[in-house]
Nanobody, 124 residues
Framework: VQLQASGGGLVQAGGSLRLACAAS????????MGWFRQAPGKGREFVAA????????YYADSVKGRFTISSDNAKNTVYLQMNSLKPEDTAVYYC??????????????????WGQGTQVTVSS
């Protein structure tokens, strides 16, 4: 399974960015996808996730109302629209997929495949 994340960059506080993660991998079945982030000196934390079937979405409290996760199932791509960005959103953002259907999408241990990460920097 290959996950290619893109869309990171430098933005001022209050600005917006859209991340994308394209998944590929032959006959692998994609059940859901999550976004995590890791700031310097901190652990990897959950940001948002989406289930492929039904489109249920999940968000960390810190990003609710500002970030929106969506999917284009035909392209096996998930997007993370990030609005009203804050300096504390600065981190490397990773997309990931679990190898099984019904897992706790908030738990980093549920994910088996990870993208390479994309840097998001929000200046004050």
């Amino acid at each position: 399974v290959q996950l290619q994340a893109s869309g990171g960059g430098l933005v001022q506080a209050g600005g917006s960015l859209r991340l994308a993660c394209a998944a590929s991998g032959g006959t692998f079945s994609f059940y859901s996808m999550g976004w995590f982030r890791q700031a310097p000196g901190k652990g990897r934390e959950f940001v948002a996730a989406i289930r492929w079937t039904g489109g249920s979405t999940y968000y960390a409290d810190s990003v609710k109302g500002r970030f929106t996760i969506s999917s284009d199932n035909a392209k096996n791509t998930v997007y993370l629209q990030m609005n009203s960005l804050k300096p504390e959103d600065t981190a490397v953002y990773y997309c990931a997929v679990p190898g099984r259907r019904w897992v706790d999408l908030v738990n980093v241990a549920s994910y088996d495949h990870w993208g390479q990460g994309t840097q998001v920097t929000v200046s004050s």
